[in-house]
T-cell receptor, first 115, second 114 residues
Framework: NAGVTQTPKFQVLKTGQSMTLQCAQDMNHEYMSWYRQDPGMGLRLIHYSVGAGITDQGEVPNGYNVSRSTTEDFPLRLLSAAPSQTSVYFC??????????????FGQGTRLTVV | AQKVTQAQTEISVVEKEDVTLDCVYETRDTTYYLFWYKQPPSGELVFLIRRNSFDEQNEISGRYSWNFQKSTSSFNFTITASQVVDSAVYFCALSEANGNKLVFGAGTILRVKS
């Protein structure tokens, strides 16, 4: 049981490049989300999904796109990378949005640097 | 709107000292859930505890204990007899029963020196 798998673990991009951060979970969780972690700001929600085909914006969605074609996968796309997107990105999943009382499982994180 | 405040940016203690990490939350819901996560230097997020708003019993797990007080909207975390391995960033988080997201505090960096 792999849990939540994020790839890559590290990435360096040039300003203006695009890329996709991958996230997959094998727990049949309905709810998946992406966070970014910046010093002194905790984790901030970028986008989330309550099930296949359904996505919504979080607190800091600008510059990012998501899709949820399957229950297992929730990729995060950076359309045109900017230095302000330098951060550590975490993908998380939990059983159901209606059961947010359950813990969220986090991936290992992706450290992204935009130069 | 939901909000979590961890006023302590960084705490340094000497091994074997007790340390309390503060967490104050804001929510309009009567049903909500509070969490603590640990982020060790390796970077992953480790779930520590979940507490729902109807259960104000304090909880103890080994050297860890949590004090939930609805009257002061606080959910504080105490480590007894701290160890170097407790050095990490600790996050408090809140989710509302009718909401769809987990809101985190800014985190508290705990440094335990030998």
């Amino acid at each position: 049981n792999a849990g939540v798998t994020q790839t890559p673990k590290f990435q360096v991009l040039k300003t203006g490049q695009s890329m996709t951060l991958q996230c997959a979970q094998d727990m049949n969780h309905e709810y998946m989300s992406w966070y970014r972690q910046d010093p002194g700001m905790g984790l901030r929600l970028i986008h989330y999904s309550v099930g296949a085909g359904i996505t919504d914006q979080g607190e800091v969605p600008n510059g990012y796109n998501v899709s949820r074609s399957t229950t297992e996968d929730f990729p995060l796309r950076l359309l045109s990378a900017a230095p302000s997107q330098t951060s550590v990105y975490f993908c998380a999943s939990s059983y159901s949005v209606m059961r947010m009382n359950t813990e969220a499982f986090f991936g290992q994180g992706t450290r992204l640097t935009v130069v | 709107a939901q909000k979590v405040t961890q006023a302590q940016t960084e705490i340094s203690v000497v091994e074997k000292e007790d340390v309390t990490l503060d967490c104050v939350y804001e929510t309009r819901d009567t049903t909500y859930y509070l969490f603590w996560y640990k982020q060790p230097p390796s970077g992953e997020l480790v779930f520590l505890i979940r507490r729902n708003s109807f259960d104000e019993q304090n909880e103890i797990s080994g050297r860890y204990s949590w004090n939930f007080q609805k009257s002061t909207s606080s959910f504080n975390f105490t480590i007894t007899a701290s160890q170097v391995v407790d050095s990490a960033v600790y996050f408090c988080a809140l989710s509302e029963a009718n909401g769809n997201k987990l809101v985190f505090g800014a985190g508290t960096i705990l440094r335990v020196k030998s």
